[in-house]
């Protein structure tokens, strides 16, 4: 399907379950392959990024098992060793399997952290070339990881061989993406003598650092975090096999949340998320609140309330470096707000699935917005009128087409081009938007 028609629905009532958290799955993923012995990870999110990553572990020998028939993966982790010792990954546009892997391969065949065997090579699609990873490569490098770029410097293709890991204490400038961070992290148990991260200056989208951290910790991994955040230090050991319940993806059930603020009188549940969550975007309910949203927040749930009609959201004024994935969720949200919106510290974005700050100015400018980008802030003038009818183009990117479709449920002639591209994290999204029409208040 070229593009598809996003028809405008009443007020509604609905609980949404999405799908396992792409950021939970590709974690887990990883840590049962670094991990001694069997894991089962219950409620995956089976789409191209998670499966790229389940296809390069399966190329790297560790064979992922999936039970389909009772929604788990089961894989036999090898104590920190990789089981091939050749592998050709070709990660499509999936970013963190990319950087996680490019770390994890630095682990080599090996078991003894002073002998590493093993090379590998990790590409992916044109617009990953795109993509910087020095800001990865050269702590790996610091730290004895053998890291080759085989195209442009600073960015993949990669070839990466299996090495000793050792005087593993790094000095961190703020990075562009918090999975460099990620990445090293997971590592730090088979460092010789463990990893230390110190930081200096802010941690990008620290909740998602602080995600890792947490999954680390359930497979047994051992970390010291100063109270301030200033310094991270994982203890040598080994990861332990486990069980591990994937929550929903918080980013995901953004749309469905915007969509009960932005259509008025609607209310909207999210099963399986709230304040015992991982995921920092869970958040995102606390800024539609912000904006004039009703707001229930449970240990397992959360519920937004749209304003009654003849209401609206008001435009805020915040720093999303926290959580930039729900920046172009906000956007959407913004177009219905009475006043500005400004989206601060955002300039990550620009080497995401796309430059997402020049396709969040194109696209709500052909809907009428008056739409900024002022160094890494977003500034967003909603029309004084209704939203003018517009072919949204997505740019490959998953989450333009997942914040736009919001926009089209509340004003008639949104027009999603290239809605196939929420295969990267969502294949099923626009039947879960239908459950909404399916539900009137």
Partial sequence: MKSLSIEPITRF????????????????LLLA?????????????LADDSRRMLDALERLGFAPQHVEEEDRIVIRGRGGSIPARTAELNLGNAGTAYRFLTAACCLGTSRDATRREGQYILDGIERMRQRPIGQLVDPLRSIGGDVEYLGQSGFPPLRVKGSALRNADLLMAPT??????????????YCENGLTLRFNGPVTSRPYVEMTLATMERFGGQVEVDPNFTRIHVKP???????????????????????????????????GLGKGSVQGDVGFAD???????????????????????????????????????????????????????????????????TDRLAA?????????????????????EPPDGPLKPGAIDTYNDHRMAMSFAVVGLRSRGVVINDPACVEKTFPEFFEYLDLLRKHPA
Avoid: W
């Fill in 13 to 28: 009532r609905a609980t949404v379950r999405p799908p396992g958290s792409k950021s939970l799955t590709n974690r887990v």
């Fill in 33 to 45: 392959a670094l991990a001694e012995g069997e894991s089962i990870l219950r409620g995956p999110l």
């Fill in 176 to 189: 562009l993406s918090s999975q460099y961070l990620s990445a090293l992290l997971q590592i730090g148990p």
């Fill in 237 to 271: 050991g080994t990861y332990r096999g486990t069980e591990y319940d994937i929550e929903p993806d918080a980013s995901n059930a953004s749309y469905f949340l915007a969509a009960a603020a932005v259509i008025p009188g609607s209310r909207c549940t999210i099963e």
């Fill in 287 to 353: 800024v539609l609140q912000q904006m004039g949203a009703g707001m229930l927040y449970g240990r397992d749930f959360i519920t937004v309330i749209g304003p009654p009609e003849g209401e609206a959201l008001r435009g805020i004024d915040i720093d999303l470096n926290h959580m930039p994935d729900m920046a172009q969720t906000l956007a959407a949200v913004a177009l219905f707000a009475r006043g500005p919106t400004t989206i601060r510290n955002i300039g990550n974005l620009r080497v995401k699935e």
């Fill in 360 to 380: 969040l100015q194109n696209e709500l400018t052909k809907l009428g917005a008056s739409v900024d980008v002022e160094g890494d802030d977003l500034y967003i």
